[in-house]
Nanobody, 124 residues
Framework: QVQLVESGGGLVQAGVSLRLSCAASGNTFSTLSVGWFRQAPGKAREFVATISWRGSNTAYADSVKGRFTISRDNAKNTVYLQMNSLKPEDTAVYYC?????????????????WGQGTQVTVSS
């Protein structure tokens, strides 16, 4: 069983940066592809970014491409989401998700493991 715990959210002003962390329990973290998703009030959960288990491949939603960077440190069982130039429309609960695959998934239903989420609020 894999447990994922997000941290690093908060209330920030537009234009600043924030880094989210997703810490995993267990010794199988290095075999997981990990994705970040977000859900704004009244909206469906949407894909943000994903990284392969070795960290060699990544994918991003168009809305965050060039502003967000996903990375991982398998020695620390942690995946990061560096968010720069934040906008009010980035406001959402951010979730990390994992699955034992070598593929990069961008859909919610593709991930077996989920964290509880961390709130990010960007004020204008």
């Amino acid at each position: 069983q894999v447990q994922l715990v997000e941290s690093g959210g908060g209330l920030v002003q537009a234009g600043v940066s924030l880094r989210l962390s997703c810490a995993a329990s267990g010794n199988t973290f290095s075999t997981l592809s990990v994705g970040w998703f977000r859900q704004a009030p009244g909206k469906a959960r949407e894909f943000v970014a994903t990284i392969s288990w070795r960290g060699s491949n990544t994918a991003y939603a168009d809305s965050v491409k060039g502003r967000f960077t996903i990375s991982r440190d398998n020695a620390k069982n942690t995946v990061y989401l560096q968010m720069n130039s934040l906008k009010p429309e980035d406001t959402a609960v951010y979730y990390c998700a994992g699955d034992r695959t070598s593929l990069l998934y961008t859909t919610v239903r593709s991930y077996a493991y989920w964290g509880q989420g961390t709130q990010v609020t960007v004020s204008s």
